[in-house]
């Protein structure tokens, strides 16, 4: 699912599928029974905010021509 910047993502585990049927739309349904189910949440929102802080850094050392330190890179 996405709502606006963040995403969740859920796992299972499916111990085994106990009904199927055809629906009058033709498509095939299956219902599962399920297991260890864990939701997760991420928001993407800080990260871009980040890299376009680092962007505008970047552009404004080029611009008064200071060297930024280039650690881990």
Known sequence: MRYGDITE???FKVLDCYHRKIGRDGKHYAWYHITDVTMTQ???APMKRAAQLAANLDYLSMMVDVALPNEGV
């Open 9 to 11: 993502s859920y796992r």
């Open 42 to 44: 991420r928001d993407d």
